[in-house]
């Protein structure tokens, strides 16, 4: 039941959508599905000592949610697809072709643009993209990589930035994989990509091996830039460095440019209960990206906020977007803001 858990840590959590605006923070990974409350189905817990009941369980279980999952996501990708009107569309159109004076218009341009995901602009405040953006150092003839979009409030941006002239790539998966999971996978995939209108059609996807298999960015140095915004802590949590960390190395050019934006702990955390909570310690983060080939060329309090105390209940998801407490302290929690966050620019070093 944990590779669902993996495939869901590394795949676009676009089938897990609310109502209200997706909370672009990663959400803490579904760990198993839950308990049936189907009283013809077996319970897992009766057979303890037969595996193949126990497994054919697991399995049932699996199938429950993958179907449970999806169905909100055909759900949320209807309501995507009606809110493009031919307003939206061609308001978009003409932002994403128009010429530019140069990168800094352009990207003004897609932050102001009418396609954007409702609310998610509310959020520019506390994620400073156009500041982020540029000390990433992106540039409109990039190839680059986002790794793990979640419910893509980075990628509605940086997808029209480089239509043009760069190219964004995301993972993809097999429909025709007998897996369940790489089904699910590519069905998240596709109502990601296909329900707002034109916004991705530009976008390519790389093709993903199962979660036993190491990830998939493209050819060896072919990429010019790979982000990882705001999922560290689950690489942490479900060991997937070696599988993230190898695969982004290898598909960068040399010198070519890794971010990072990660909620950040207090120094000298434990990085085990802080990466449960969503924040790693940026010290202990520098030091195991250095590890896997890389340098760190710069950092940023772009993204920092003082106010974050780190110490809620429920993580850092407690915090808007998400308000995981709900309506417990959220008078409290909204004056605090989104996360204190690390910005971090690694570069590539070749290999000797």
């Not at 672009?24 to 319970?43: F, K, L």
């Not at 960015?217 to 689950?234: C, E, K, Q, W």
Request: glycine content about 6%; proline content about 6%; some cysteine.
């Amino acid at each position: 039941m944990q590779r669902l858990a993996l495939i869901i840590a590394s795949v676009a959590l676009v089938s897990c959508g609310k109502d209200k605006p997706e909370p672009t923070t990663t959400p803490e990974p579904v760990a198993a599905a839950p308990a049936t409350t189907d009283e013809a189905a077996p319970a897992a817990e009766s057979t303890p000592e037969d595996p193949e009941a126990k497994a054919a369980e697991q399995a049932r279980q699996l199938q429950e949610e993958i179907a449970k999952r999806l169905k909100k996501a055909a759900a949320k990708a209807e309501k995507v697809t009606a809110r493009w009107t031919p307003e939206v569309t061609a308001d978009f159109e003409k932002a994403r072709d128009k010429k530019y004076k140069n990168g800094k218009a352009r990207m003004a341009a897609m932050l102001k643009s009418q396609h954007r995901a409702p609310g998610n602009a509310d959020r520019d405040a506390f994620r400073r993209p156009a500041e982020t953006l540029a000390f990433f150092g992106l540039k409109e003839n990039m190839k680059i990589f986002e790794v793990g979009q979640g419910a893509g409030w980075y990628t509605e941006i940086l997808a029209p930035f480089v239509a043009k002239k760069g190219q964004l790539y995301l993972a993809g998966y097999d429909a025709k994989s007998e897996d369940p999971q790489m089904q699910f996978g590519a069905k998240s995939m596709e109502y990601f990509l296909t329900a707002p209108g034109p916004l991705y059609a530009d976008v390519q996807t790389v093709p993903q091996g199962g979660s036993d298999q190491p990830m998939n960015l493209g050819p060896a140095d072919s990429l010019d830039m790979v982000f990882v915004i705001r999922m560290f802590h689950n690489v942490e949590r479900f060991d997937l460095w070696d599988r993230y960390m190898q695969a982004i190395h290898s598909s960068l050019k040399d010198g070519a440019v890794l971010g990072v934006v990660q909620h950040r702990a207090a120094e000298g955390a434990d990085v085990k209960e802080s990466a449960a909570k969503g924040y790693l310690p940026e010290a202990w983060l520098i030091t195991k990206i250095e590890g896997y080939g890389f340098k760190l060329d710069k950092k940023s309090d772009i993204n920092a906020n003082a106010k974050d105390t780190r110490d809620y209940k429920s993580g850092v998801w407690s915090l808007p977007p998400t308000f995981a407490q709900g309506d417990v302290d959220r008078e409290k929690l909204k004056a605090i803001g989104e996360s204190d966050r690390s910005t971090l620019r690694f570069v590539k070093v070749a290999k000797k």
